[in-house]
């Protein structure tokens, strides 16, 4: 078993948009629910956002309406669409995948929004 891998993270303006990937081996992400996490030092990581194997979502209220997470299951990846990002969205973000109980980080990446 591989852990997923995120990408797409950067340094993006105030009000501007990023998406991250997250990838995953088939034997991970088959019917694996998949988080969305972040983290800014000094604090807990928080959860940001989560899809199960069906499509169902849920958000943190401090993202609702601007970022959506979404998944090809044939592609084994997540993706979260961020839009209107804030200076406050600035953190190391990660991917969880769950399945059975067990659960499968990846490594994080990085987002900085900053003018």
């Known amino acids: 078993q591989v852990q997923p891998v995120e990408s797409g993270g950067g340094l993006v303006q105030p009000g501007g948009s990023l998406r991250l990937s997250c990838a995953a081996s088939e034997s991970i992400f088959s019917m694996s629910i998949m988080y969305w996490y972040r983290q800014v030092p000094g604090k807990q990581r928080e959860l940001v956002a989560r899809i199960t194997s069906g499509g169902s979502t849920n958000y943190a209220d401090s993202v609702k309406g601007r970022f959506t997470v979404s998944r090809d299951n044939a592609k084994n990846t997540v993706y979260l669409q961020m839009n209107s990002l804030k200076p406050e969205d600035t953190a190391v973000y990660y991917c969880?995948?769950?399945?059975?109980?067990?659960?499968?980080w990846g490594q994080g990446t990085q987002v900085t929004v900053s003018s």
């Open positions: 969880k995948a769950t399945r059975f109980m067990n659960d499968y």
